[in-house]
Nanobody, 124 residues
Framework: QVPLVESGGGLVQAGGSLRLSCAAS????????MGWFRQAPGKEREFVAA????????SYAASVKDRFTISRDNAKNTVYLQMNNLKPEDTAVYYC?????????????????WGQGTQVTVSS
């Protein structure tokens, strides 16, 4: 098990910024690819971003590319999602996830562990 705890969500106006954090209480954190997903009401959970074990490679959904940045600090067992220029359509519950493989993946079934989620609401 890799317990994951997200934080940093909240209410923000369109055009604003938020930074989400996901802390893992797992000393082998650096051995996991980390991802962020989101789920809006009535919609399926969708991929947002992923980062390799060392942080040298990242992947983004087209809808957030150039606005969101994923990063990690393995010394702190934490992965971050910096979200800029937020739009109302970014409103969702955001989840972090961990997978044991080395490749960056964009499907929920490829991830082994999940956090409980943090709500992000963007007002117009």
């Amino acid at each position: 098990q890799v317990p994951l705890v997200e934080s940093g969500g909240g209410l923000v106006q369109a055009g604003g910024s938020l930074r989400l954090s996901c802390a893992a209480s797992e000393r082998t954190f650096s051995g996991y690819v980390m991802g962020w997903f989101r789920q809006a009401p009535g919609k399926e959970r969708e991929f947002v971003a992923a980062i390799s074990r060392t942080g040298s490679s990242t992947s983004y959904a087209a809808s957030v590319k150039d606005r969101f940045t994923i990063s990690r600090d393995n010394a702190k067992n934490t992965v971050y999602l910096q979200m800029n220029n937020l739009k109302p359509e970014d409103t969702a519950v955001y989840y972090c996830a961990a997978r044991g493989g080395a490749a960056l993946r964009a499907t929920t079934t490829q991830y082994d562990y999940w956090g409980q989620g943090t709500q992000v609401t963007v007002s117009s």
